[in-house]
């Protein structure tokens, strides 16, 4: 049974920096691609960013290009995003997901506030 369990949300203020913690179980880890979404309030979850199963290739939202950055731990089981210089628009709930599958994690409160 695959478990994907974030952490690493919390306030911050304006221009400051998270770094947001994905730990899954299950041996399939290592093959598949990673994702982190976002989903703020009367908002569609939306895709935030992903990683390739080798951690070589990456892919971000526009909105979060040059200050969010996905990486992985194959040998950990983890996944990572590194967010700074964070703005009010980047409060949300994230999530991290297995590819398109249906298996997400709970939600980790991410709020960017003076």
């Known amino acids: 049974q695959v478990q994907l369990v974030e952490s690493g949300g919390g306030l911050v203020q304006p221009g400051g920096s998270l770094r947001l913690s994905c730990a899954a179980s299950g041996s399939i880890f290592s093959s598949v691609v990673m994702a982190w979404y976002r989903q703020a309030p009367g908002n569609q979850r939306e895709l935030v960013a992903s990683?390739?199963?080798?951690?070589?290739?990456?892919n971000y939202a526009d909105s979060v290009k040059g200050r969010f950055t996905i990486s992985r731990d194959n040998a950990k089981n983890a996944v990572f995003l590194q967010m700074s210089s964070l703005k009010p628009e980047d409060t949300a709930v994230y999530y991290c997901?297995?590819?398109?599958?249906?298996?997400w994690g709970q939600g980790t409160q991410v709020t960017v506030s003076s």
């Open positions: 997901r297995i590819g398109l599958t249906q298996y």
């Open positions: 990683i390739a199963p080798n951690g070589r290739n990456t």
